[in-house]
């Protein structure tokens, strides 16, 4: 039940919504008035990745693709008909979703912009640094070690600038730690260690 489980949620993932009716364009299928339209059915297409677009090329695989998006907006219609989306459960994975959304949002604002590395940077680097880019006496290549260099000097970057906005934030916001709460957790947890080897057999 697992494995059909996550088999039908992987695809679902990588499959956008259908859209309600108002959206524009004559329907390809409707499901209790929700329409998906052959507008629909390109941004889906257009929104995978590209081993993913290959699943759905053709007559067959446009059938396939309108009926994955049949069984995901029955299976959500049905969840809906139960009151799952009302389920606290739910809800609290929906408030958790959205804050890692937001949070994503944020950092590709003022993290990855902000971090971004030219040829230049990445060249100046290289070049001040030639003496770790030798092997047996000999000079390895700019362009062979171009790309590892970059997306290193990227992370090391945005890094860089990460921990200093979480340090910037740090002084703009009231940060209250409550140190007996945390010290207390400490010797609940070593307290329930304790327990457990009491209650261990002797040998």
């Given at each position: 039940?697992?494995?059909?489980?996550?088999?039908?949620l992987?695809?679902f993932?990588?499959?956008?919504?259908?859209?309600?009716e108002?959206?524009?364009?004559?329907y390809?299928?409707k499901?209790?008035?929700?329409?998906?339209?052959?507008?629909?059915?390109k941004?889906?297409?257009e929104?995978?990745p590209?081993f993913?677009q290959?699943m759905?090329?053709g007559e067959e695989g446009?059938?396939?693709?309108?009926?994955?998006?049949i069984k995901?907006?029955?299976l959500?219609?049905?969840?809906?008909?139960k009151?799952l989306?009302r389920?606290?459960?739910?809800?609290?994975?929906?408030?958790?979703s959205?804050?890692?959304i937001l949070?994503?949002a944020?950092?590709?604002?003022?993290?990855?912009?902000?971090?971004?590395?030219?040829?230049?940077?990445?060249?100046?680097?290289?070049?001040?640094n030639?003496a770790?880019?030798?092997?047996?006496g000999?000079?390895?290549?700019?362009?062979?070690v171009r790309?590892?260099l970059a997306?290193?000097?990227?992370?090391q970057?945005?890094k860089?600038?990460f921990?200093?906005?979480?340090?910037?934030?740090?002084?703009?916001y009231?940060?209250d730690?409550?140190k007996?709460?945390i010290?207390?957790l400490?010797k609940k947890?070593e307290?329930k260690?304790?327990?457990v080897?009491?209650?261990e057999p002797?040998?």
């Amino acid at each position: 039940m697992k494995k059909i489980a996550v088999f039908v949620l992987t695809v679902f993932l990588v499959l956008g919504c259908a859209k309600k009716e108002e959206q524009k364009g004559q329907y390809l299928v409707k499901i209790n008035g929700v329409a998906i339209t052959k507008e629909d059915l390109k941004k889906e297409v257009e929104a995978l990745p590209p081993f993913a677009q290959k699943m759905f090329e053709g007559e067959e695989g446009i059938a396939r693709l309108i009926d994955e998006l049949i069984k995901k907006e029955l299976l959500y219609q049905e969840a809906k008909k139960k009151g799952l989306d009302r389920d606290a459960a739910y809800l609290k994975k929906v408030a958790d979703s959205q804050k890692l959304i937001l949070i994503s949002a944020l950092l590709e604002k003022e993290i990855e912009d902000k971090a971004k590395l030219s040829d230049k940077d990445v060249m100046d680097f290289y070049e001040k640094n030639k003496a770790d880019f030798m092997v047996q006496g000999k000079t390895i290549e700019f362009e062979k070690v171009r790309d590892m260099l970059a997306q290193r000097l990227t992370a090391q970057k945005q890094k860089e600038v990460f921990d200093g906005y979480v340090e910037s934030l740090k002084k703009s916001y009231k940060i209250d730690v409550n140190k007996e709460a945390i010290a207390g957790l400490s010797k609940k947890e070593e307290t329930k260690k304790e327990d457990v080897k009491k209650e261990e057999p002797k040998k």
